[in-house]
Antibody
Framework: EVQLLESGGGLVQPGGSLRLSCAAS????????MSWVRQAPGKGLEWVSS????????NYADSVKGRFSISRDNSKKTLYLQMNSLRAEDTAVYYC????????????WGQGTLVTVSS | QSVLTQPPSAAGTPGQRVTISCSGS????????AYWYRQLPGTAPKLLIY???QRPSGVPDRFSGSKSGTSASLAISGLRSEDEADYYC???????????FGGGTKLTVL
């Protein structure tokens, strides 16, 4: 069974930093491009960032470009999202996912981790 | 304001067929595949349709997708109460070099 387990969410003050992790199991991690998608409370889905299989190609939404950094450790089967200069509008549930849009045969999502940016 | 435009709500009665639209542009749906997700309250999204009209294994054939020009559609036939959920379309956008989602459509089964 495929499992994507996010961690690292929590309450942080505006301007602060947080690092999210996503531990993968039940799939060949190195075969999947990985993504972060977020959902603000009561709102729709917003793609945040994606990283290629090898990690040499990354993409970011304009809303987080220059503040967030995506990375992966294939030896640990783990995806990361470093979030700096956090704003109130970054408050959301953050999901890690293997989006089918990257041409993979599987589309898997974690259960999400809540990030709250508030003073 | 989402790059892909969906109606905020849709409704139907059990057994009915409903269609949800997703309007984009030449830089996303017009040149790339459309994807559809369903999200039940408090859970992660689940893929319903990929590459415009393909169903992942396990997704009933009551769900079908289509694309025409810069728009895509999701059709649900034989509507059931458990189909009540939020539905999202998605696509790659060449201009933004990123994934774009629709704003979501809340489907109510009356």
């Amino acid at each position: 069974e495929v499992q994507l387990l996010e961690s690292g969410g929590g309450l942080v003050q505006p301007g602060g930093s947080l690092r999210l992790s996503c531990a993968a199991s039940g799939l060949t991690f190195v075969n999947y491009a990985m993504s972060w998608v977020r959902q603000a409370p009561g709102k729709g889905l917003e793609w945040v960032s994606s990283i290629s299989i090898t990690g040499d190609t990354t993409n970011y939404a304009d809303s987080v470009k220059g503040r967030f950094s995506i990375s992966r450790d294939n030896s640990k089967k783990t995806l990361y999202l470093q979030m700096n200069s956090l704003r109130a509008e970054d408050t959301a549930v953050y999901y890690c996912a293997t989006l089918a849009i990257w041409g993979t045969t599987g589309d898997y999502w974690g259960q999400g981790t809540l990030v709250t940016v508030s003073s | 304001q989402s790059v892909l435009t969906q109606p905020p709500s849709a409704a139907g009665t059990p057994g009915q067929r409903v269609t949800i639209s997703c309007s984009g542009s030449s830089s996303n749906i017009g040149t790339n595949f459309a994807y559809w997700y369903r999200q039940l309250p408090g859970t992660a999204p689940k893929l319903l349709i990929y590459r415009n009209n393909q169903r992942p294994s396990g997704v009933p054939d009551r769900f079908s997708g289509s694309k025409s020009g810069t728009s895509a559609s999701l059709a649900i036939s034989g509507l059931r109460s458990e189909d009540e959920a939020d539905y999202y379309c998605a696509a790659w956008d060449d201009s933004l070099s990123g994934v774009v989602f629709g704003g979501g459509t809340k489907l109510t089964v009356l």
